[in-house]
C-alpha cells in the first residue's frame, strides 16, 4: 500500500523559509515522478514543482520559480521543497505526489500525501 507521508508545515513570518519533507513508503521510490502541490484557502489545488525519477530535470512553476527548489534523496525514499522569501500568499496546505507514466505520457499511477499545512504571517 502506497504511503506518502510529508512534514515540516508550520507557521512561519514573510521573509522567511521552510523546508517540508515527503517519506514514500510502499512503493519503488525510484520508478516515480515526484511533484508538490498546494492548495490555498477558497483556490483550486495547483501544481508547484516536480522532479524527475533520477533527480534531473526540476520543473517549476512561473508563479513559484526562483524562491523554490526541488530535491529527491531514493536512498531515503525521500522528497523535499525548500521555500525561501516566503509570502502570506504562500499560506497553503503543500501536498506531495507520486505518478508513473506510460510509453504514451500518460499517467498511470497517482498517489497524494494528507498534506502539510503552511502558514505564511505578515
Known amino acids: 500500500q502506497v504511503q506518502l507521508v510529508e512534514s515540516g508545515g508550520g507557521l512561519v513570518q514573510a521573509g522567511g523559509s521552510l523546508r517540508l519533507s515527503c517519506v514514500a513508503s510502499?512503493?519503488?521510490?525510484?520508478?516515480?515522478?515526484m511533484g508538490w502541490y498546494r492548495q490555498a484557502p477558497g483556490k483550486e489545488r495547483e501544481w508547484v514543482c516536480a522532479?524527475?525519477?533520477?533527480?534531473?530535470?526540476?520543473r517549476y512553476s512561473d508563479s513559484v520559480k526562483g524562491r523554490i527548489t526541488i530535491s529527491r534523496d531514493n536512498t531515503k525514499n525521500a522528497v523535499y521543497l525548500q521555500v525561501d522569501s516566503l509570502e502570506p500568499e504562500g499560506t497553503a496546505i503543500y501536498y506531495c505526489?507520486?505518478?508513473?507514466?506510460?510509453?504514451?505520457?500518460?499517467?498511470?499511477?497517482?498517489?497524494w500525501g494528507q498534506g502539510t499545512q503552511v502558514t505564511v504571517s505578515s
Open positions: 505526489n507520486a505518478k508513473s507514466y506510460d510509453n504514451f505520457g500518460r499517467a498511470n499511477f497517482d498517489s
Open positions: 510502499g512503493v519503488a521510490f525510484s520508478d516515480y515522478d
Open positions: 522532479i524527475s525519477e533520477s533527480g534531473d530535470n526540476p
